[in-house]
């Protein structure tokens, strides 16, 4: 919940479910696009328990800690980045990221832009500030005797930024 109110600066923020989706939107002046966005979330992380924030600038923040099903990470990527999992790997790879990944976090803010082209009045979704942390056990082998053992990664929208968290071995001695 907290990195909800974050993302928006905002000091309420709202554990979303089947009862209680619609009345919250239409509070925070959202209709029709933020039924579809919360749909979208919904596919991209299923059973996630989600909380919702409203910026005072009407951006929607969504965040949820709590995801019991693997996600698949080329997707969710792709969707809200417009990046796929291979724009975050490392050059050359040391490892692979499975395709379906225990999330531990995600995290994004919404706003929604009225797109006037193509004589078609709707609007568009802009992510921004989108986290997303995955659990994993992977290594590499940097060196003949050092070994890379990573268990978190975090992928970040801006940068497409990477940030691993694990330990370095060497020779059966931590670095």
């Known amino acids: 919940m907290k990195h909800t109110c ?10 979303l479910n089947e009862e209680n989706w619609f009345k919250i939107g239409l509070a925070n002046n959202q209709q029709k696009e933020y039924s579809a966005l919360l749909t979208e979330v919904s596919e991209l992380f299923p059973g996630a328990s989600i909380y919702a924030s409203f910026s005072s600038k009407g951006e929607i923040c969504l965040s949820s800690d709590d995801l019991p099903e693997k996600i698949t990470v080329d997707k969710v ?3 809200i980045t417009g990046n796929g999992l291979a724009s ?17 976090l995600f ?3 919404v706003k929604f832009v009225l797109d006037n082209s193509k004589n078609k009045t709707e609007a ?4 921004s500030g989108f986290q997303l942390i995955i659990q994993g056990d992977y290594t590499a082998d940097l060196t003949e005797t050092v070994q890379l053992s990573i268990t978190k990664i975090a992928l970040i929208q801006q940068n497409l930024t990477v940030i691993y968290l694990g330990q370095i071995a060497t020779s059966n001695n931590l670095v």
């Open 6 to 15: 974050d993302l928006c600066n905002s000091k309420q923020a709202y554990l």
């Open 77 to 79: 990527l792709t969707k």
């Open 88 to 104: 975050y790997q490392l050059k050359p790879a040391l490892f692979t990221i499975a395709p379906m990944v225990q999330a531990e």
């Open 107 to 109: 995290k994004v803010m």
């Open 124 to 127: 568009a979704k802009v992510y």
